[in-house]
C-alpha cells in the first residue's frame, strides 16, 4: 500500500513531467507559427511561378485552405492577356527596375492620364479604363508595376516601393509632355501608390483619380485572412514584420490615411459600398484626411473590382465632370 509521502512524490513527478512537456509544445507551437508567418509573408510579397490564373482566399475548398494556412496563397505573376484595339507605343521607362508600359497618343489630347493597376493585376487590365479616357478626349499611358507583365522583378510590396515606380513613370510623362495636364488614375494598390508618391516626393500631377484605396496596411492584411475565415490575431501582426523584413521597409507606417493628409491636389474617390476588402470607414478616413478639393463618390452595386462593369454610365458622368 502506497505512503501518502510516496503518492505525493508520484504527483509531483507527474506535474513536473507534464509541465516540462508543455513548455516544449509552447516552444514548437512558436517555432512553426513563426515559419507560418514567414510563408505568408513571401508569397504576399513575391510571385511565384505558378501557372494558372489567381484564386481569391475566400475562395479557396477547406483543404486548400488549410493547406495555405501553413504555405500561404501561391501567387501566379500577373501576365498581360490583351492588348489596347487602338494603335499604342510600347515605352520603357527606368525606376528600379525596367517599366513596360504602353502609349496611346490621340488627336488633339486634352492631356495624358496615367493608369496603374492594383495587387496582382497587370496593364491589360487597365485597357478598358484607357479606352473611357480616350473617349473623353484623353490620350493615356498603362504602366506595369514592378513584377508584373512585362516590367522586371518579382516582387510586389502593395503600394509601397511601387510609389516610386508612379514617380519615375510621371516624371517621364512630365519632361516628354511638358504642356500637358497630367492626371493619375489608380486602383486598390495602385491608387495607394500614387497616394504615397505624392507624400513621399511631392509629385505635382494636375489631378488624382483613387478607386478603393485601403486605409492602413495592417487593415488589408486582416482582411486577407478574414476572407479564409481564420483569426486575424496573431497573423496578421507577424506577415506584416516578416515581410517588411523581407522587403526591406515598415509594414506599419504604410497608411494611406496618413498619406492622405500630405495631399492638396483636387482628387475624386471612388468607393463600392459592397467592397469585401476596404470598409466604408477607410474610405470615409482616407477622404476626411485629403487636403484639397475633393470628391467622394460610392457606387451602391459595386463590390472590390472594376467599377466600369457595372457603373458605365455613373462613372462616366463623375469623371468628365472631375475632369
Known amino acids: 500500500m502506497l505512503t501518502f509521502l510516496r503518492i505525493t512524490e508520484i504527483i509531483w513527478f507527474s506535474m513536473k513531467f507534464n509541465f516540462k ?21 513571401y508569397k504576399f510579397t513575391h510571385f511565384t511561378k505558378v501557372e494558372g490564373k489567381r484564386i481569391k482566399p475566400e ?8 493547406n495555405v494556412l501553413f504555405w500561404g496563397v501561391d501567387n501566379s505573376r500577373p501576365e498581360n492577356t490583351a492588348t489596347p484595339n487602338q494603335p499604342y507605343k510600347t515605352i520603357l521607362i527606368q525606376s528600379q527596375h525596367s517599366l513596360e508600359s504602353w502609349l496611346i497618343e490621340i488627336e488633339n489630347s486634352k492631356g495624358t492620364v496615367i493608369l496603374f493597376h492594383g495587387y496582382s493585376g497587370n496593364k491589360s487590365g487597365n485597357i478598358i479604363y484607357s479606352e473611357a479616357f480616350n ?34 513613370v510621371f516624371d517621364y510623362v512630365k519632361t516628354k509632355f511638358p504642356k500637358d495636364e497630367i492626371i493619375l488614375f489608380g486602383s486598390s494598390m495602385g491608387a495607394v501608390s500614387i497616394m504615397k508618391s505624392i507624400a513621399d516626393y511631392s509629385i505635382q500631377p494636375n489631378k488624382i483619380i483613387l478607386e478603393c484605396p485601403f ?13 479564409m475565415n481564420i483569426p486575424s490575431f496573431p497573423f496578421a501582426d507577424m506577415l506584416m514584420f516578416y515581410g517588411g523584413i523581407q522587403n526591406g521597409f515598415n509594414a506599419y507606417r504604410h497608411n494611406p490615411i ?5 495631399i492638396e491636389i483636387p482628387t475624386l474617390l471612388i468607393y463600392g459600398a459592397k467592397d469585401e476588402r476596404v470598409t466604408l470607414k477607410e474610405t470615409n478616413d482616407i477622404f476626411e484626411a485629403l487636403k484639397g478639393k475633393k470628391k467622394l463618390i460610392i457606387l451602391k452595386d459595386s463590390a472590390h473590382q472594376n467599377y466600369l ?8 458622368e463623375n469623371i468628365e465632370l472631375f475632369l
Open 135 to 168: 473617349k473623353i478626349g484623353y490620350s493615356t499611358l498603362l504602366v506595369d508595376f514592378r513584377g508584373s507583365g512585362g516590367s522586371e522583378g518579382n516582387q510586389t510590396t502593395i503600394g509601397f516601393k511601387e510609389s516610386q515606380d508612379v514617380k519615375a
Open 309 to 316: 462593369i457595372n457603373n458605365e454610365k455613373v462613372w462616366f
Open 21 to 41: 512537456l508543455i513548455k516544449w509544445l509552447v516552444f514548437f507551437a512558436f517555432i512553426l507559427l513563426n515559419i507560418i508567418a514567414y510563408n505568408h509573408a
Open 258 to 262: 496618413t498619406y492622405a493628409e500630405e
Open 215 to 227: 486605409g492602413t496596411m495592417r487593415k488589408t492584411v486582416q482582411k486577407r485572412f478574414e476572407g
Open 59 to 66: 475562395n479557396l475548398s477547406f483543404t486548400s485552405k488549410l
